[in-house]
């Protein structure tokens, strides 16, 4: 039976909308191609492998500040200072010739990779790779640890983190300081001659002890003393200093005490 002419333009039509979306389909493949636009992500697939473990890796650990008491001698020489993205800088607390070192060794190094003692990569998964060393950046999390290194292979020691410490009640003046360790009187310092005097009521262990902390602090012409605001206040290094025979020098003598051995208790005598 021949088709009827309803059947025709229905035909017709249909050719007409397929043709038209297959022309359309030609016409964004090419321009894709010719763009490099990607093709579009297939709807309910998985998401490639390598897609997955970009976006899932944790970012490297970043440096954070920190404030490190080099020592020698049994001598405080200063503290260096590690600012991220600044070079680390030494806040001397000594004139002396190993302070002068120290300081020349920072500005020479400030800025640069240093060699850090570290298991480096593994060659297998699953193993703990070989003891060696590996060049840490500035910026780094370890930096702070390849400074510590370095100092020591130089000959200084590095102590822990400078003190937090809030001067809350600062006396106005100081005519001496009557110093007592476990509710026991151990000396006093008098500061109302031409020198500061040291009487001590024994010569046992915490007396002795008093009396070598105070020749540390007494050797330097001018004392120097650090520290950090406590929790929770703005990292900012605190550093008061006064020389010998000024007025300033007995306070300062007894933030020492407060912030490097809070064991001994102060008393003011204004």
């Known amino acids: 039976m021949p088709p009827s002419r309803r059947d025709i333009v229905s035909g017709m039509q249909f050719m007409t909308r397929t043709g038209w979306v297959v022309l359309w389909s030609v016409l964004s493949v090419s321009c894709n191609e010719r763009s490099g636009a990607p093709a579009p992500p297939a709807t309910g697939g998985a998401t490639p492998p390598e897609t997955a473990s970009a976006s899932s890796a944790s970012p490297p ?3 954070s500040d920190a404030w490190l008491v ?3 001698g049994g001598y405080e020489l200063g503290v260096v200072e590690l600012l991220v993205g600044k070079p680390w800088r030494l806040v ?3 004139a002396s010739d190993d302070a002068r070192a120290l300081e020349q060794l920072i500005t020479e190094h400030g800025a640069k990779p240093l060699s850090l003692s570290m298991h480096l990569p593994a060659k297998k998964e699953g193993e703990r790779g070989p003891y060696g060393s590996a060049e840490v950046p500035p910026g780094d999390s370890s930096y702070r640890f390849a400074v510590e290194e370095h100092l020591s292979r130089k000959g ?6 400078v ?3 809030a001067d809350k009640n600062p006396p106005a003046s100081v005519r001496k300081l009557e110093i007592s360790r476990d509710g026991a009187p151990v000396g006093t310092l008098d500061f109302t001659g031409q020198q ?3 009487t001590l009521v024994n010569r046992e262990g915490n007396a002795l002890f008093l009396e070598s902390f105070w020749k540390s602090l007494e050797r330097d012409e001018e004392l120097f003393v650090s520290y950090l605001p406590p929790e929770g206040g703005k990292d900012a290094l605190v550093t008061a200093s006064a020389k010998k025979g000024s007025a300033d020098y007995p306070k300062v003598v007894r933030l020492a005490f407060a912030v490097r051995y809070p064991a001994y208790a102060v008393v003011v005598v204004p």
């Open 61 to 63: 650990a970043r440096q």
């Open 70 to 72: 080099v020592t020698k």
């Open 92 to 94: 001397r607390h000594s």
């Open 156 to 161: 200084f020691d590095v102590r822990q983190s």
């Open 163 to 165: 003190p937090r410490y």
């Open 196 to 198: 500061p005097k040291l």
